[in-house]
């Protein structure tokens, strides 16, 4: 999932974010000792743009498409709904409409599509209280060119 670097990068780098959740920004699942806050991300769909190609060849690699739209779900888990809205507001200014370019990595583009909330009760009775944005990333597949 090269598109868990973008989000990284982009998330541990905005001052707001980082400090709130510092480094705890975690692919899938978060580790078990983690505490709150902390946000995980989610490669939901990678969808190919498809093209006929260059137009000057039929080999593989000028038929391919360098083009794909990544459905991504960030999840930020907080102690209180106040701090989850406040952390997944200042996740959305990081990320919305964002860029992100390195190595054969380039995001063209980042939109904010939905956010709805959760509440997840633990075992000791202390609820984590969620909220889960769904984006799509735009990516050129720079290796694929």
Do not use: W
């Amino acid at each position: 999932m090269k598109v868990g670097e973008a989000i990284y990068s982009i998330l541990s780098n905005d001052a707001t974010v980082s400090g709130v959740v510092g480094t705890k920004i975690f692919p899938v699942v978060a580790t078990e000792k983690s505490s709150v806050p902390y946000i995980v991300y989610n490669l939901i769909s990678e969808t190919p743009t498809n093209t006929k190609g260059d137009g000057a060849s039929f080999s593989l690699a000028a038929t391919r498409s360098p083009l794909d739209n990544d459905r991504v779900q960030v999840s930020c888990f907080t102690d209180t709904y106040v701090g989850a809205v406040d952390l997944t507001f200042a996740i959305r200014g990081a990320m919305d409409r964002g860029t992100y370019t390195s190595g054969t990595l380039e995001v063209e583009n980042i939109i904010y599509l939905d956010t709805v909330d959760d509440y997840e009760k633990k075992a000791d009775d202390k609820g984590v209280f969620a909220k889960h944005s769904d984006y799509t990333f735009r990516i050129r597949n720079v290796s694929l060119i």
